[in-house]
């Protein structure tokens, strides 16, 4: 992906809110070794002139999220060009109901969408212990909401990280430097894409 294959129509001045958990706010991290500032260093080195607004809270679940999202958006100055919504990691952890997931995921989309906020879903995935039922349940909420509402998927928010040692810090849940680095050039892409359109 070169520079130029990146550059939208109007690249001046990119606004891109990181709106989520843990695994958007870096938790464990320098504050520059976190996902926000990657993802704004991977978008840059590509030539956006993007700045990356860094609206993650630690052990928020999508009820956390749906919460705090119109205060997160009247605090900002205008409406960002972008917002990428990664939450559900945690509701998984806590064993919330799938169906309470996809209801408070659902709410957080149809504010964005009602202040014409365009989106990028970070999807998460759930483990196979959890149970085949949850696990179903829970993985079907992405691909859904994206096709709801029309947005771009990234289908696994921790692709090429989770279960990776090397990646992760000694928790094993949340991602180190590289970790975060992998994170951000993978939905790089994605993020790309939907700032052209």
Known sequence: MTASAAQPADAQDLHILAFGDSLIAGYGLPRQEGFAPRLEKVLRDLGLPATVINSGVSGNTAGNGRARIRWTLDRLKRNPDLAIVGLGANDMLRGIPASETRE????????????????????????????????????????????????????????????????????????????????????APTVVSALRR
């Open 104 to 187: 408070d995921l659902d709410a957080i989309l149809a504010e964005l969408r009602r202040r014409d906020i365009p989106i990028v879903l970070a999807g998460m995935m759930a483990p196979p212990f959890l149970g085949h039922r949850y696990t179903t349940e829970f993985n079907r909420i992405f691909p859904d909401l994206a096709g709801k509402y029309g947005v771009p998927l990234y289908p696994f928010f921790l692709a090429g990280v989770a279960g990776n040692p090397a990646m992760n810090q000694r928790d094993r849940v949340h991602p180190n430097a590289r970790g975060a680095e992998r994170m951000a050039k993978g939905i």
